[in-house]
């Protein structure tokens, strides 16, 4: 028995390395809390907006809308809900000369996707149709009909209409919110003027935790095999020496 302790102690020591990997795995998986940015295609389908508020530019007629929730990547957060044409949002705000309309859908989440202590102002989406000069960009119409605005250092959107009243962009724990579950990346989308299509440039105010996929990591691994090797060796020499 004496021999094949070694090789005992090396599988001990692996079991448990395997453990540790497959809850810190869980443990590393995480969403982010922030307001998405969406623009309306002519099919009426929301797309992921590919620039932040401050750099996109709307035409004449468009709908824009925004989205607070909790969830891990732009593919798989949660879109504006309720109303979203045009010709609706827009009918008492009349055409004029030298200006332009975009109609903007504010969707203030659910109260799963609320920071704690907090709810949403609105149950269901506010609509607005900001009448603006030709050039203005998307932030000139927030900032027109919904304000208080609040960024952070980077220039990413933390508050619409005052909401939430505090964080940008913060972790939260795993499978919080109304978003699905994605890769883990981080919010990209309402981050201005960098480019903004999902959670890693433009994810929060430059001091939150890095992207990642929530898995181990290489060094870990490697750890792991180093000692699936020494397992198996010594294991090995067990057998030698009994035969």
Not at 120 to 131: F, G, H, I, V
Not at 151 to 167: K, Q, S, V
Not at 205 to 213: A, E, P, R, S, T
């Amino acid at each position: 028995m004496t021999r094949h302790r070694p090789a005992l102690r090396a599988l001990l020591v692996l079991g448990l390395l395997l453990a540790v990997v497959g809850t810190a795995g869980q443990a590393q998986a995480v969403g982010y809390r922030y307001w998405s940015f969406w623009d309306r295609d002519a099919a009426g389908t929301w797309v992921y907006a590919t620039q932040g508020p401050s750099t996109a530019r709307p035409s004449d007629g468009d709908v824009q809308g925004f989205r607070f929730s909790v969830s891990e990547d732009s593919k798989h957060s949660a879109k504006p809900r309720g109303p979203s044409g045009f010709a609706a949002i827009c009918a008492k705000t009349p055409a004029r000369e030298g200006a332009k309309r975009v109609a903007l859908v504010l969707d203030f989440g659910t109260a799963d996707d609320a920071p704690a202590g907090s709810a949403p102002p609105d149950p269901s989406p506010r609509t607005a149709c900001a009448r603006l000069d030709e050039d203005a960009t998307t932030a000139d119409a927030l900032a027109a009909v919904a304000e208080p605005l609040r960024y952070d250092t980077n220039a990413l959107l933390c508050a619409i209409a005052g909401y939430p009243r505090t964080g940008c962009g913060e972790a939260v724990s795993d499978g919080a919110g109304s978003g699905d579950a994605g890769s883990g990346d981080r919010p990209e989308a309402s981050a201005t003027p960098r480019r903004a299509s999902e959670p890693g440039s433009g994810d929060g105010d430059g001091d939150k935790d890095g992207d990642g996929d929530g898995g181990p990591s290489v060094g870990l691994v490697a750890g792991i095999a180093a000692v699936a090797v020494l397992g198996a060796g010594a294991l090995w020499q067990a057998r030698r020496r009994r035969g």
